[in-house]
């Protein structure tokens, strides 16, 4: 070896004892065990990158740790394992807290100094914005006639996409792409109403250019330099949003807008553009995860027979007939009954929920904390609840945790057969951080798929043969794995010449699919 390999080898060593000793250093002994420092502060980013949700499944089966610290360059992640500790972080909201990242993408989706100085005030008392807001529009998204209109307004497009494509005979679509518009179409209409500015094309479309490159401009401080065309698509979709503002669409939006509104402008002060700006991140609750769910759930239904066969059966009894001249039968269905009288549909759903939601339950350390007396968390460190981890959990949901059963959520308790575990269901997060749209996704996601298989039969194009996609390329953010390729189907009329009438009439029950609405459904 000559002296400048000798010299570069020595400095490596040398560079590596020293951040080995600094992790050492760093790392409180009542702290969560720290792992995969193979490349100090390195090697847990490989595997993030790389292996996306599947690294925390693989860490979990190879440590079998309850919560453990992965080391990053500038700050920590603490990854939670057991189900049991849920509860107890749960509690600690304020200050292992969701606020905190909420108010960190005002800045990424443009909004003023003010506006986010305003959301991350009093970021740990329920009297700050960022804490608030999520309580205030719970009325407007709970069991009610707000609700009830958002999901009348996305059973109307729902119901007049399935009427074009019966009139097209067999169809030929991509089903992502299909189910993609339908629910960009329905559920935008449904949050901002008559004047929604997703209506536009052009809009809707620099919104997915923007959603899909968020993450990357949350890691870069000069993304404005290095990403021009993601910086565009925001300004395009920000200003329509501004325009739709300005105009005032928000006076006839649904009752979730209309009490944002309420809160950020008549409450807090914030300006009109900072308000539309706000819409933006709001989007991404509204599409970011029912686009996806709703694919998987027409796919789980379509691509096992037994599945299909179980949920038509359960779904026919709800249509009544009659007849009408020029159509051999009328079809009438009010798909609010599909909440009650379908628990077959409800379980496939909750079990795609389970199956398919790679959330990453993400918190941030506002202070210390000292977890049951004994485990110490850092302030400024980030902690993460994957719900895959949770999902695939043998421990919670029994040994056939990594199967697809449709029926998992509907059976009766048997001996020898774990029932659901609601604290290891993470699909809608739980606690203080629970999805205040999981009433209306799952109506509206529930209705797309009863519309489908009600009048459709699905199957994949030139086989009858439905292939696993493979999501490889699924962008890191996503709550549910994203497809490499499109799934081309044939879309076939059950029988071409019925009419369809379809209505919602709406109901003040929630669906039993979280814990805390099946406690607050039983009080
Ligand atoms: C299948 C569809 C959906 C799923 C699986 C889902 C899932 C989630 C999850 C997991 C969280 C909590 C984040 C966490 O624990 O880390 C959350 C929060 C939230 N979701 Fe959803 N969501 C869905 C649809 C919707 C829809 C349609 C809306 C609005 C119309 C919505 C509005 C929100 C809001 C506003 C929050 C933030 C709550 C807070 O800050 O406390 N979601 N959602």
């Known amino acids: 070896m000559d002296s400048a390999a000798t010299l570069a080898f020595g400095g490596l060593a040398a560079t590596y004892l020293f951040l080995r000793f600094l992790l050492y250093l760093t790392q409180d002994a009542r702290e969560p065990p720290s792992i995969v420092n193979w490349l100090p502060f390195l090697s847990p980013l490989f595997g993030m990158i790389g292996e996306k949700s599947q690294f925390y499944l693989r860490l979990r089966d190879s440590y079998n740790l309850p919560i453990y610290t992965l080391r990053l360059p500038f700050t920590r992640i603490y990854v939670v394992n057991s189900t049991d500790l849920i509860p107890l972080l749960q509690k600690q909201w304020r200050t292992i807290s969701f606020a905190a990242i909420a108010a960190d993408a005002g800045g990424l989706v443009g909004m003023s100094k003010e506006a986010v100085k305003v959301m991350h005030d009093d970021i740990t008392s329920e009297h700050g914005f960022s804490v608030s807001w999520p309580r205030f529009i719970i009325p407007a998204m709970s069991p009610g006639k707000d609700l009830d209109a958002m999901n009348r307004a996305a059973i109307t497009v729902f119901a007049t996409e399935a009427d074009k494509l019966r009139a097209q005979g067999v169809a030929t679509v991509g089903l992502g792409e299909w189910s993609r518009q339908a629910m960009v179409i329905a559920t ?264 489908m298989v009600l009048q459709f039969d699905i199957t994949p194009v030139g086989t009858s043969k439905w292939v696993e996609p493979i999501c490889k390329g699924s962008p890191a953010q996503a709550g549910f794995p994203i497809p490499d390729e499109d799934i081309m189907v044939e879309l076939r009329p059950r029988a071409p010449n019925t009419k369809w009438q379809v209505k919602y009439s709406g109901s003040d029950e929630a669906i039993g699919i979280v814990s805390e609405d099946i406690v607050a459904n039983q009080e």
């Not at 575990?421 to 606690?431: C, E, H, L, S, T």
């Open 188 to 451: 935008t209409n449904a949050v901002w109403g008559p004047q929604n500015p997703y209506q536009d094309a052009d809009v809707a479309e620099a919104w997915k250019t923007f959603e899909s490159g968020f993450l990357t401009l949350s890691m870069f401080p000069f993304a404005k330099l290095f990403f021009p065309k993601l910086i565009r698509a925001r300004e395009r979709a920000a200003a329509a949003m501004i325009e739709y503002m300005r105009r005032g669409g928000y006076k006839t939006a649904s009752g979730l807008v209309r009490k944002r509104f309420e809160h950020h402008h008549d409450q807090f002060g914030l300006a009109i553009d900072d308000v539309a700006r706000g819409e933006l991140g709001n989007t991404f609750a509204v599409l970011g995860n029912s686009t996806p769910c709703a694919l998987w759930l027409l796919f789980h239904l379509f691509s096992d027979n037994k599945v299909l066969r179980d949920v038509r059966h359960e779904l026919s009894a709800l249509v009544q007939e009659s007849h009408e001249e020029g159509w051999d039968t009328v079809c009438s269905i009010d798909l609010a009954s599909i909440r009650t009288s379908c628990p077959i549909l409800l379980s496939t759903f909750q079990e795609t929920l389970r199956y398919r939601a790679v959330n990453p339950g993400p918190r941030v350390l506002v202070e210390d904390v000292l977890l049951d007396g004994r485990i110490l968390l850092k302030k400024g460190s980030m902690l993460m609840i994957p719900a895959p981890v949770q999902h695939t959990s043998v421990l919670a949901w029994g040994n056939d945790a990594g199967e697809f059963d449709h029926m998992r959520f509907a059976r009766k308790p048997e001996p020898g057969r774990r029932g659901p575990n609601r604290v290891a269901f993470r699909a809608f997060g739980g606690g203080h951080i629970l999805c205040p749209g999981r009433h209306f996704a799952s109506i509206e996601i529930m209705a797309l798929s009863a519309l």
